[in-house]
């Protein structure tokens, strides 16, 4: 069992000699723990660009906010902060990784600047990037990267919204002409929600059907101007303003449609399909199905960024309302002695205590996502399952970490009663500017549908065609070796596993070997019998055929869930393992307990239905819960100063 966490452990040492450092107090160790690889990064983005310039007045009316964060996303690219993340001849250090590790941690600031910055630098100027060839990238990528040529990504249409596949917006190449038709054949066509539409854009990568010869190549992505030098829009092109919103009051959200436009045959970006002078189709990549999810995964960053600023947000949240329960008095002591503190409280610490270990839970699994983005540009040749690993990974990760960041933020602003509703103290404005995360850069719904696809397909590749009984006997043919692949740490978390066998009942919960084998199973059923479900939803008639697979639906959403849990519990445990401070590692280890307790009883009925937990042990975790938030209690300061959020940003009159 493990011992009470006394403040002694986490005292730190005296230093060897007189010429040895001092270790850095435990909130600095937890940074540099959290930051991971990419500390120092962040730290410097810490210095340079997270400043007090980024806090935006939340009275300014929209034309004010949408001048201000044009303002401040101009100053961002004459920093030189805009090319972070490109190859070294467009100014950057040529690790691809830096990009989303940027546009995270922006997430800290305003979230209208974050997502203006997200689509001009990494939509619009990603995608010349990342779609188009040398000719695009040398004729308009610097522009893009210093706003000279300000652009928007035209990808949604009102009628398709996740169906990206099916778009309605044509691309038909004219040979005569050599040039291509941009046209929006009907109202459903229309482009909606176009982040810098409505003011600032003067070009867009707009994706629609590729059509030559009457031939529809599917959807592909090309460079169209949509305004003049004096910002009227161009001939065919009709911008409209979407005007107030729920917010990101900052972003000039709008609608475009096309009026049969005529576009250069240059602008096309052709990486993954062009077309010549005279009307032919050509590309490396045969069947136009592989060719869409190749050109949709080679935007994958824009979807790790997404995910990685909500979860910023959702620190910032935390910290604020940590620090306000720590100087927020309520109710009188029964010493008499003044009013009990609100984090004494062990419903407030309830409050509090399990989201900053979803905090960190989801932070170590955004860097072990990172990690992978880096290995999988540094591949020499393509590899479609390293491709397809990293598609639902990152899928995965961006469905848990809205989730939990506008669910987290709400907590926080009912956690600070009535000073959170007032605007000046922040959490309101965050709470309005985070909702949308769950819905771009994929619907949380559909892509957790996506994740489940995915692990059905890798369940199909391990196990064909067998029915339950094949099934079984191939386990035990492999001497019940798991089927789940582990993520990260893989040698670590078998030996935990193995010395959690060994140990009797007593204290078993806190037994990481334990933890792990709770998530791996309660995964592994849950997939098994979504297979079994799909197998005979495969085999109904036609005309039912879309009853069966709609009824798969919630099942579905449960695989990627537990999916998700368990692949943020290895990059929780690997996170801790690549922790060198003492101090800071024994704290983790025992946050990452509260984080597997709190996981487990919220799903509590599950485990109880399918006999993994007796009803003696599901209350034994409740009670560890609530053991666990009071001896987490004192390092609530150092935890959230953990998150390395500069103290700018985290000025709210309530904590003066």
Known sequence: MSSILRPEDLRPEEPASPTTAAPPPLGEALVEALDGPFHALRARLR????????????????????????????????????????????GGSGDATELPVAYGMLGYADLSFDVKVGVQFGLFAGSILTLGGQWHR?????????????????????????????????????????????????????KVYIGNAACDARMAVVFGRLITGG???????????????????????????????????????????????????RLLLDRFGGVDTYGAYHSPI????????????????????????????????????????????????????????????????????PRIAEAYAYGFAHNQLLQQLHRWDDLESPDVRVERELET??????????????????????????AGYLTENLLTQIRQDVDVFTTFEGDNTVLQQLVAKELLVDYRDAWGDLDLLGMARATARSLGEAVLERTAAQPLISRMVARAQLRDEDGLPLERGWQVVMFEDRERH???????????????????????????????????????????????????????????????????????????EADRGWFLEHHRLTPTRSKEISARIDALCGELRPYVADLVDGFGIPEVLLDAPMLH
């Open 47 to 90: 210095r340079e660009v997270l400043t007090a310039d980024l806090v935006r007045d939340p009275t300014l009316d929209i034309a004010a906010a949408r001048e201000w964060t044009t303002r401040q996303a101009q100053r961002f690219a004459d920093g030189g902060y805009a090319s972070i993340g490109y190859p070294r001849q467009y």
């Open 393 to 418: 990974r990152a899928a995965a990760l961006k469905v848990a970490q809205t989730r939990w960041a506008v669910d987290t933020v709400q907590a926080m602003r009912e956690a600070c009663g009535g």
């Open 286 to 353: 045969r069947s136009q199905n592989a060719r869409f999810f190749t050109m949709v995964g080679a935007l994958v960053r824009g979807r790790i960024s997404v995910g990685g600023s909500a979860a910023a947000a959702g620190r910032r949240a935390i910290a604020l309302a940590a620090r306000y329960a720590l100087r927020r008095r309520q109710f009188p002591a029964p010493s008499g002695e003044g009013d009990v503190l609100l984090l004494d409280y062990l419903t407030h610490q309830r409050r509090l205590l």
């Open 526 to 600: 849950v997939l098994e019998s979504l297979a079994h479900r799909a197998r005979e939803a495969a085999r109904a008639r036609p005309e039912d055929a879309f009853a069966a697979l709609n009824a798969l639906a919630p099942h579905m959403l449960a695989a990627s869930r537990t999916h998700t849990d368990r692949v943020v519990l290895e990059a929780f445990i690997a996170g801790i393992d690549d922790t060198q401070d003492g101090r800071a590692a024994l704290l983790l280890d025992r946050l990452c307990d509260l984080w597997v307790m709190s996981t487990l």
């Open 215 to 265: 031939t529809d190549h599917g959807v592909h992505a090309i460079l169209v101007p949509l305004r003049d030098a004096t910002g009227t829009p161009l001939p065919g092109v009709t911008i409209g303003d979407q005007g107030h919103k729920g917010g990101l009051l900052g972003v000039d959200n709008g609608t475009i449609s096309f009026d049969h436009v005529r576009v250069r045959r």
């Open 138 to 190: 040398e004729t308009y990528l610097r522009d893009a990267l210093t706003m000279r040529l300000p652009g928007a990504f035209a990808m949604t249409e009102s009628g398709h919204g996740s169906d990206v596949q099916h778009l309605a917006t044509t691309i038909t190449y004219l040979p005569d002409a050599e040039e291509f038709e941009v046209d929006s054949p009907t109202v459903a066509a229309t």
